[in-house]
């Protein structure tokens, strides 16, 4: 029960190990779910409009964005609950793995998640004695065994290579740590396509973030007929990151799936090693 008086909850014996791990990933799906509603109706109440005029720069036709209403500064909350949850999920299932067969998990065990295999922010870090530099990703699951750690060493950013910071857990992990100290900026909208259907006319889409009275497509003629107001235009648009750092310019819904998979997929492939 939410409220009221707090007591301590005793699992069950017999009870699943994962049982905790599936609470917090349902939590965060929860979250998750409620931000993709909202989003939903706030795009299918068309908030964003076109409107054709003409750039005084370069004297060209262009539609231009009309923001009719804003996105709500409150769903970075929603937004902040659901990565919290995702990233504890992660942080229990390493608990777990590290307590199994009647062992005491160790202290500051944690999901490790690393851009780089080594150097200074590095998942290996060791001493000149050959020991794990403590706090590096290795050491955070030092009491997992053996096979259990391949897979989590094979799920790490790193084995992506360049891509690694394009990584869901990556992403997943800085947002995680932004959203500590900081609201994370759900504030940004994107045009992600467009239908155009008027014969005659060349329209020209500008994709990616805008914000009011960007331009959002150039109109021009193609058969020496001066082009004629309210071109058949429709845009798609999303809502988006819209921040200096990590997920920048990405689409939340895109966003909060590539992740929830991403730990659904970890919970799946180490599930088998959490029974003693």
Request: charged share 30%; net charge positive; hydrophobic share 35%.
């Amino acid at each position: 029960m939410l409220g009221g008086r707090s007591r301590r909850i005793i699992p069950e014996p017999n009870s699943h190990p994962l049982e905790g791990v599936r609470l917090k990933l349902s939590r965060a799906e929860h979250h998750h779910e409620v931000l993709r509603d909202l989003i939903t109706r706030f795009l299918d109440s068309k908030p964003y409009g076109v409107v054709e005029k003409r750039d005084s720069e370069t004297g060209r036709d262009v539609l231009r964005a009309r923001i009719r209403k804003q996105i709500d500064p409150r769903w970075s909350l929603v937004l902040g609950d659901a990565l919290h949850n995702y990233r504890a999920t992660l942080d229990q299932l390493v608990y777990v793995l590290s307590s199994t067969q009647g062992r005491e998990a160790p202290a500051r065990c944690e999901f490790p998640i690393y851009a780089e295999k080594t150097g200074d922010s590095g998942f290996f870090r060791y001493k000149r004695n050959g020991e794990l530099v403590p706090g590096c990703g290795a050491w955070k699951i030092r009491g997992v065994r053996k096979r259990p750690q391949q897979i989590i060493r094979g799920l790490q950013p790193y084995q992506r290579g360049k891509e690694a910071r394009a990584e869901a857990l990556w992403l997943l992990q800085e947002l995680n740590i932004r959203d500590k100290h900081r609201l994370l900026n759900v504030a940004g909208s994107q045009m992600l396509g467009a239908v155009v259907y008027r014969e005659g006319y060349e329209i020209v889409p500008v994709y990616g973030s805008f914000e009011a009275d960007s331009i959002l497509a150039y109109v021009a003629r193609t058969r020496g007929r001066k082009p004629k107001p309210n071109v058949d235009f429709e845009p798609f648009f999303d809502v988006v990151l819209n921040q200096d750092g990590p997920g920048d310019g990405l689409g939340l819904r895109y966003l909060l799936v590539e992740i929830r998979d991403a730990i659904r997929a970890a919970v799946h492939r180490l599930e088998p090693y959490t029974w003693g």
